[in-house]
């Protein structure tokens, strides 16, 4: 009996193997498709990002399409991935990086308990921002490690700021563009705007370097223009700087491929557009030329001072949320308001301190080794190039409440994970075949 046994755990254990091989060989062992709703639900979501800041008249308060959107996303995820059902997936382990931004939650939670009462409501509406920010980051970078997804995420953030930039441009009705020298549209901060249209341009350049179509690439590098023209009708000095570094990445790290020719004419072919326009836009000129020569940085060359000042006066554990906001508009002579850094770095040093800062900025270390970790992946650079030009971005602006940037980071850090999944199946593979040979 014991032989019998034996011989039929052993016969079933190569049916076994063999029907895997068969499986792995035919591109079947895959994980599961995400659900239309979750898709759908997402895709929305990125779709009205661009237009979040729109001052609609059946909303009113902070509702804003994105956050609409976004709410119906998270009921979707939940929904699919509902631990009591047995047929729907369970929640993806959280990536590495999302510890330590969790870790920056807490300390920044804890200081809040302190800080003064008038401050309290604005501390706690942050403090929830923050939580559904991370946990954003946390859902989009699974949905992202899917490459079909990450494609159709790319596509529909671009389709929507060219919308955008379109209606910025030819100044349709509802687009509401405003400004007397530095124009912007839909209630947005012209710096905003700014880091939308440098977002797209670098996304539109990765997408046009990986299509195998010369006519779709062509396509691809011509509808940049219009982001580059609304770049420069903001007259964001760091926009534009945002959107050059993200360039630079391509330039940098192409330029011995096969790509290095077009990398070169595409690149240069910007940079004289970009030229021109600024050239051509007295309101931009004036302003590089009070920056380099007069170093007139908007404020930032007094603010800056004062904000390191205020560091060394408490650097372990910062000034508190929003107190430190308000001690900054004190001594910068902005009494009763509060004034931003306009730097990343200096927003979470004054307040959290380091003991918060330090392990905020471990996330983005390895979101950002992620990305170059990543180089080789489907989509080539362009996670590292994306990630670059949020960080240039965040050196002049404060976008640590922005969708973007989290879902920036989850690109990158899902880049990795669908990298490391491939890399998983192919030892499969071929683990399979020696066993079946």
């Known amino acids: 009996m014991t032989v019998f046994a034996n011989t039929r755990a052993y016969v079933k254990r190569k049916s076994a193997t063999a029907v895997s091989t068969h499986r792995v060989r035919r591109g079947i062992v ?8 979750v898709r759908w639900s997402f895709l929305l979501f990125v779709f009205t990002l661009p237009f979040q800041a729109a001052d609609l008249v059946f909303m009113s308060g902070s509702l804003s399409l994105a956050k609409i959107s976004g709410l119906l996303f998270f009921v979707c995820y939940f929904l699919d991935h509902n631990p ?9 382990h959280p990536p590495r990086a999302i510890w330590w931004f969790v870790v920056y939650l807490a300390v920044y939670t804890l200081n809040g308990l302190v800080i003064s009462n008038e401050f309290f409501d604005l501390f706690f509406s942050r403090f929830a921002t923050l939580v559904q920010l991370i946990v954003l980051f946390w859902f989009a970078s699974d949905l992202l490690s899917d490459e079909k997804m990450t494609r159709d995420f790319l596509v529909t953030y671009s389709i929507s700021a060219l919308i955008f930039a379109i209606g910025f441009i030819l100044q349709v009705p509802g687009f509401s563009v405003t400004g007397d020298d530095r124009l912007t549209a839909l209630g947005n901060n012209p710096n905003a705007v700014a880091q939308l249209m440098a977002l797209a341009s670098v996304m539109l350049i990765g997408l046009a370097f990986n299509t195998k179509q010369f006519r779709k690439s062509i396509l691809l590098s011509v509808l940049i223009l219009p982001f580059i023209a609304v770049m420069v009708e903001t007259g964001s000095r760091g926009g534009v700087l945002a959107f050059l570094s993200g360039c630079f990445i391509y330039g940098l790290l192409f330029w011995r491929s096969k790509q290095g020719l077009a990398t070169i004419l595409l690149g240069a072919f910007g940079f004289a557009v970009l030229v021109y326009l600024v050239v051509s836009n007295p309101v931009f000129s004036d302003r590089v030329e009070e920056s380099y020569y007069g170093g007139n940085l908007a404020g930032r060359e007094t603010i800056y001072p004062t904000a390191i000042d205020m560091i060394s006066e408490q650097p372990i554990f910062g000034w508190h949320p929003m107190e430190f906001a308000h001690e900054l508009s004190s001594r910068l002579g902005w009494r009763g308001e509060f004034r931003d850094t306009h730097n990343l770095v200096l927003w ?17 270390w390895l979101c950002g080794q992620a990305a170059w970790k990543v180089r080789a992946g489907s989509f080539g650079v362009l996670p590292l190039a994306l990630f670059t030009t949020m960080l240039v971005a965040n050196m002049s602006g404060t976008g640590i409440i922005d969708k973007e940037f989290w879902l920036v980071l989850a690109l990158a850090v899902a880049a990795e994970f669908s990298l490391s999944k491939k890399s998983r199946r192919r030892l499969v593979l071929r683990m399979a075949s020696r066993h079946a040979a």
């Not at 009591?84 to 993806?92: I, Q």
């Open 30 to 37: 895959r994980a599961k498709a995400t659900s239309w709703s």
């Open 84 to 92: 009591l059902s047995s047929r729907r997936e369970p929640f993806r």
């Open 348 to 364: 979470v040093l004054l307040e959290v301190g380091l003991i918060g800062a330090v392990p905020f900025f471990i996330g983005l």
